[in-house]
């Protein structure tokens, strides 16, 4: 099946009911799809002007790219805090953010042609921080492969971040990117009553699927780090659920853990509250207070976590520290800004190099999902 065939509003000057706002006036519009395959999900395809966001300075995250191929995540995590950025498009945080999903089609193209500017410095590009780039479409866009080669071959690092067990997927594909560029996997699984995260996080998969993930990657060599967050409080923040999770984490053989507790931007606050008074009534007063002032959980909230799980991550051995000790000594560290010593172009072979035809291609096919 391909889209032709279940366009919605394509290049025409009237907009569908179904369309963003404007955006079928915007010269970077491409048409607006839905797919029994997706149902109640409209896809909104847009010519990207850049693939590379940059981290401002002032930010403390340990990357300073960004690449989002999507806008809206088919996840549906009710705790998202990326819901919010849904109302620049004249969209809701809720139920838009789930269903109106925004899908940059040209994102290889633009991206290759960006790390191929004499300007580019080889800094580390972090994927997964916005939406997720294996939510359930990227099994029809495959944009991911494109975008990992084109990062190895440039010989920039990467790290992504997911929920996705499309993920196993490309594997190999990062596995052969690894021998050339640092690369770092990381599996975000925040809950593990499997009840409970069917109705947090509606569109993810289980927890037992996503630590079969890691077990794939660390088969391979590739170390990858767990992201137990957000902790709930008082829905998964006991010992209890903590030691549970953990000893699955280090069984499925992730190398470390990092956590945290559950933060509520705008946008993302009004749609978890509404699902926590649904679901747990009983616990709308606790969480309006603890987060009366502040995004964040407040610091004594956060303490007193730390002081639960520190002993745990200990216990099985999925601390900082421990992932330095067990460190493979041929991992390199990332390249700083200046990295000048590092060729410009990385040895394109195997599964990369066949990649890199295809991302060619791409740039004279009209843009399609199926």
């Known amino acids: 099946m391909r889209w032709a065939g ?65 806008r809206g995540c088919l996840h549906r995590c009710t705790y998202c805090f990326a819901r919010g950025t849904h109302e620049y498009l004249g969209l809701d945080s809720g139920d838009d953010f789930d269903r109106q999903i925004v899908v940059k089609v040209n994102v290889v193209d633009v991206l290759a042609a960006e790390l191929g500017r004499p300007s580019w ?4 590009v ?17 944009f991911m492969p494109g975008i990992i080669a084109a990062l190895a071959a440039s010989g920039t690092p990467l790290s992504l971040l997911t929920k996705g067990t499309l993920l196993r997927r490309d594997l190999p594909l990062l596995s052969e990117a690894a021998q050339q560029v640092p690369v770092d996997i990381a599996m975000s699984i925040a809950i593990f009553d499997d009840e409970l995260q069917q109705s ?26 767990v992201f137990l967050m957000p902790v709930l409080p008082r829905l998964t923040d006991s010992r209890e659920h903590l030691d549970y999770a953990l000893s699955r984490i280090a069984a499925a053989g992730a190398s470390r853990v990092v956590y945290g507790a559950l933060h509520l931007r705008p946008g993302a606050r009004e749609w ?28 004594e909230y956060r303490s007193e976590l730390a002081a639960r799980i520190a002993p745990l991550l200990k216990k099985h051995r999925l ?43 791409r740039a004279i096919m009209q843009p399609t999902l199926f």
Do not use: C
């Open 6 to 70: 279940q366009a919605v509003n394509g290049s025409t000057d009237t907009e569908s009911e179904n369309a963003l706002p404007g955006l079928a006036r915007l010269d970077t519009f491409v048409r607006t799809v839905r797919t029994p395959d997706f149902d109640g999900v409209t896809f909104h395809e847009v010519l990207a002007k850049s693939a590379l966001n940059k981290v401002p300075k002032s930010s403390s995250m340990p990357f300073d790219w960004t690449i989002n191929p999507m």
């Open 121 to 124: 410095r080889r800094e580390r």
């Open 126 to 142: 972090a994927l997964g921080t916005n939406t997720d780039p294996y939510q359930r479409a990227e099994g029809r866009y495959r």
């Open 200 to 225: 947090v996080e509606p569109g993810t998969p289980t927890a037992s699927a996503r630590l079969a993930s890691i077990t794939a990657a660390a088969e391979l060599g590739l170390r990858p780090t």
């Open 272 to 299: 978890f509250m509404q699902w926590l008074g649904q679901r747990h009534p009983e616990l709308v007063a606790y969480y309006r207070s603890l987060y009366s002032r502040s995004s964040y959980a407040p610091v």
């Open 319 to 361: 601390s900082k520290q421990d992932a330095a000790q067990t460190r493979p000594a041929g991992r390199r560290p990332s390249p700083g800004p200046a990295a000048s010593a590092t060729p410009r172009t990385a040895r394109s072979t195997g599964l990369i190099a066949a990649e890199m035809p295809a991302l060619a291609a």
